[in-house]
């Protein structure tokens, strides 16, 4: 496999190893060519195999020998024409290069062996019967110098046979290479062809007095919900709505919303959900865009607006009359028809939405029922956006789902709760701020009843991994897109130290190619785009053909199994296992609490605030949320706050693409090409927002204490104690990890309501000092007393393992 360094440091006491390889294919090649010596036909040679990894490289061969680097040059202009025959004619006709290589790349020299160049770090000489190679080991490994040799021949292999291909056709990786790198020749698994509400509806034929759902509203069994969803269904079928038809649904978690969400897949339709806390600007887009034929909405809500489509009710706690018996209407939808529109971020400042058919996701439950087998023991936590998996997979196998009530999902202590109370058996999350904040919480190892918890969305840090494994409780690291579904899967701790980046796992039931910029395949350890195809994939972007082609492409590596693939525009490469390891992504997209945005999607709307001139927004690594958000805007009227700023983006978009931090700068840098130099861009220091009050100092043991934990908490330096938390750039979910680190910090309990109700330090020290337990002090000039509230800590901790 391929190792090259980076930022790489050469040692001054440099260590060199040689070998010779006789290789067949390359005296074949030879033979092809007698015009040519064998150093020329090796600068060739090695110029095309440089030029295919893609590497930051310095070329230079002896005089007579040829110009690799001219070999490049030629590929550079014309990557997809170029052939053999005119690379061999650009070789013989340069006469080599004698320049030095730039010390800081990776320097190759090839010549005939008479001299050495003492900034190369491989040194090629070709012989008769094969290759010689030199190579400095404090750079490079054998194993590299083998896969190179390898790829060489490869390359000769292909080109004896058939010299006049394009070399962007010619294929350098060996058959095992191959294997990992599209996975293996064999058929990929096929599933039954079946609908997501009939694997509901065969369940609820199966089991109808389980429980299918257990909320505040009581416990509803399968035959309750199947026959409200089937009413919902005639009703939609009634009112026009035939298949392939978009149907908006909104409303709070309920019976009567998942019996919505079901419904309307029985009549056909493609569910489009629309989140109540959505700004109404959001909403309409997603309208505009989704185009639904009818609206269903919670009986009681709003009415809505003149604009609407055809508008029908539900009830989000039903009856025992709207439970009576009803069958469902007379639809036939297949697998390929689209069960449901996910919305994600769109560059030109209007959102994308993927059509994902039936296939997509009952595939996906298939799957992963055959890894994690579930069954009507378990109990499924529903508390984020409705999920379609997270719906239907309990749902298709006799499980019940716990529905988290209305503005739950945003208390950590009451999630807890809720997963002791009503033994909870799977929990879907995303690592980072929830996960860190079920971890800090004593009550998390005593979620016994906990068998899967899912994670994916954002990079898993392997510190947070390995406390949630610490607990015992089994973790899995799925990968997807909205475009192309759980691609891959890992279950167990990482076999390689990735650093920074994250191990992805294995693909399980889709092909998955890591290509170059031009489409072809990149041998292991080099980096890669990751295109992907198999019964994961959606079927495009609605109402948007040009998109939908320029994303999905017909499979250029002929297989049968894949026929359509998707360029993911994430970044990967293949480890000596065989595993993925995510490198990123190769456009500006950026990753927030799971939640996929494009960059100048924020920034059109930030210049749409009348004070701003320009605004470019930028992504930095963020352990809490994938990725923290950082706005950098220039503005006509330095009287405008960021608190304002901030305050019009939350209008206007949901909370995780509205910055939290804004960075005010007289003009944008740019590159010569007049773009944007976001290298340019810094992280931000810090600073207090602008447009905030001068600093109130802390008065007190306690505010000191809050203050030490705010600026851990949300990055900033200079807070005072009548500071407002959102206006510091606080927003919902790092709210958790406050709340966590003020009852680490003081020994106490703190309610999620009271302390959202108070946004300062001042009004959060009148919390902190009523629930201060008995014996604690707060005499100590910048903390609370350390050694009383140990005392008290230990207290508690002995009452809760005596409790029942």
């Not at 030199?134 to 390898?150: H, K, Q, R």
Request: aromatic letters at 6%; one cysteine or more; proline letters at 8%.
């Amino acid at each position: 496999m391929l190792s090259f360094p980076v930022g790489l440091t050469r040692s001054e006491q440099r260590s060199w190893e040689a070998r010779s390889w006789e290789l067949e294919e390359w005296q074949a090649l030879a033979l092809r060519n007698p015009e040519l010596s064998a150093s020329q036909l090796l600068s060739a040679a090695v110029g095309v195999l440089f030029h295919r990894y893609g590497l930051p490289c310095d070329l230079t061969a002896a005089g007579g020998c040829g110009s690799p680097q001219a070999v490049r040059a030629m590929l550079d202009r014309s990557p997809r024409d170029t052939t053999w025959c005119e690379v061999l004619a650009a070789a013989a006709s340069d006469s080599g290069d004698t320049e030095r290589p730039d010390p800081g790349a990776i320097a190759v020299y090839v010549g005939d062996g008479d001299r050495l160049i003492v900034d190369a770090d491989v040194i090629w000489t070709a012989s008769e019967r094969g290759v010689n190679v030199n190579w400095d080991t404090s750079v490079l490994p054998e194993s590299t110098i083998e896969a190179m040799v390898g790829h060489l021949v490869g390359l000769s292999e292909s080109l004896a046979m058939t010299e006049g291909v394009a070399l962007a056709d010619v294929c350098i990786l060996s058959e095992e290479e191959l294997a990992m790198n599209g996975g293996t020749p064999e058929c990929l698994p096929k599933y039954p062809p079946i609908t997501l509400h009939q694997m509901f509806s065969l369940q609820a034929w199966r089991t109808p007095e389980a429980c299918a759902l257990r909320s505040e509203a009581g416990v509803t069994p399968y035959r309750d919900l199947d026959n409200y969803s089937n009413r919902l269904a005639c009703d939609l079928v009634e009112a026009g709505v035939r298949v392939g038809d978009v149907v908006a649904v909104a409303g709070e978690r309920s019976v009567g919303l998942i019996a919505a969400v079901i419904g309307v897949m029985k009549a056909g339709g493609a569910l489009l959900y629309l989140d109540p806390s959505m700004p109404e600007p959001r909403r309409k887009q997603f309208v505009d865009v989704g185009q639904p034929t009818a609206i269903m909405l919670p009986e009681g809500s709003l009415p809505p607006g003149p604009a609407e489509p055809t508008t029908m009710r539900y009830s989000a706690e039903p009856d025992s009359d709207e439970f009576g018996p009803c069958g469902p209407p007379n639809v036939v939808v297949s697998p390929e028809s689209p069960s449901h529109i996910i919305f994600t971020s769109g560059s030109t400042g209007v959102p994308k939405g993927v059509l994902r058919p039936h296939r997509m996701t009952s595939s996906r439950i298939f799957l992963e029922q055959g890894m994690y087998p579930l069954g009507p023991d378990d109990r499924v936590l529903v508390k984020a956006v409705i999920s379609t998996r997270e719906v239907f997979w309990p749902l298709a196998v006799g499980a019940a789902l716990v529905l988290v009530k209305p503005g739950g999902e945003r208390d950590d202590q009451y999630l807890l709760n809720l997963i002791r109370s009503e033994r909870v058996s799977v929990l879907p999350a995303a690592p980072g701020v929830w996960l860190q904040a079920f971890v800090a919480s004593p009550d998390f190892g005593k979620c016994t009843s906990i068998r899967h918890i899912f994670v994916g969305g954002e990079p898993l840090h392997r510190p947070l991994e390995d406390k949630v494994r610490a607990h015992g409780f089994a973790l899995h690291n799925t990968y997807t897109q909205t475009e192309a579904d759980y691609i891959t899967h890992r279950s167990g701790p990482p076999g390689v130290a990735a650093g920074e980046h994250s191990v992805i796992g294995r693909p399980l039931d889709m092909r998955v190619y890591l290509c170059d910029d031009h489409g072809r395949l990149v041998p292991p350890g080099l980096v890669g785009e990751i295109w992907t195809g198999g019964v994961g994939l959606s079927t495009g972007y609605y109402r948007d053909g040009e998109r939908s082609a320029e994303k999905f492409v017909p499979n250029p590596f002929g297989d049968p199994e894949a026929p359509l693939l998707c360029k993911t525009g994430d970044l990967a490469r293949h480890l000596a296992d065989g595993m993925l390891e995510y490198r990123g992504r190769k456009d500006l997209q950026i990753k927030v609490r799971g939640n996929r945005l494009e960059p100048a999607e924020v920034e059109s709307w930030i210049k749409q605030h009348p004070s701003v001139q320009d605004a470019v927004v930028v992504g930095f690594p963020d352990e809490e949320h994938g990725a923290l958000l950082v706005g950098y805007v220039v503005l006509g009227n330095s009287a405008t706050s960021d608190v304002e700023l901030r305050r019009f983006l939350a209008e206007r978009l949901p909370d995780y693409m509205v910055p939290s931090y804004l960075v005010r700068l007289a003009h944008l840098p740019l590159l010569a090409s007049g773009k944007v130099d976001r290298a340019e861009l810094k992280p931000r220091e810090r600073v207090r927002p602008a447009g905030l009050p001068a600093a109130a100092a802390p008065q007190t043991p306690a505010q000191s204490g809050l203050l030490h934990i705010w600026r851990r908490v949300l990055q900033v330096d200079d807070i005072g104690v009548d500071d407002d938390y959102v206006a510091l750039g606080g927003d919902s979910l790092r709210f958790l990890l406050l709340r966590a680190a003020i009852q680490e910090e003081f020994a106490i309990p703190v309610d999620i309501a009271d302390l959202m109700g108070a946004a300062t330090i001042r009004a959060q020290e009148r919390l902190v000092t009523a629930s201060a337990p008995a014996g604690v002090k707060t005499t100590h000039h910048t903390r609370i007393d350390a050694g009383a509230i140990k005392q008290e800590r230990a207290r508690r901790a002995a009452a809760r393992e005596l409790a029942p």
